[in-house]
């Protein structure tokens, strides 16, 4: 048993030295989706001062509920302006 041992040895390390050649090199193309923005920030349109923001510290219903009309009025200009700009991104 004690002669068998080094020749099994000597054979399973032999097996390892052996190589069909050098290793075979395969260049592939990976394609990664990358994240791009589809809106410039040129284009985002400014954002306009709300008329609620200029109200005095002490004001009165009649000043609040001319500012919250004149809010309205500047919120449907300012939002379809928004909207179209994300239309573009579908």
Do not use: H
């Amino acid at each position: 048993m004690r002669s068998i041992l080094p020749i099994l040895a000597s054979v399973a390390l032999s097996a390892c030295a052996t190589t069909s050649g050098p290793p075979k090199v395969e260049i592939q193309r990976v394609e990664i989706p990358v994240v791009v923005p589809c809106v410039k920030a040129a284009d985002i349109p400014e954002e306009p001062k709300w008329a609620t923001e200029n109200l005095p510290p002490v004001f009165t219903i009649f000043d609040l509920t001319k500012a919250l009309a004149a809010e309205s009025i500047q919120r449907k200009a300012y939002v379809p302006s928004l909207l179209a700009l994300l239309e573009g991104c579908k």
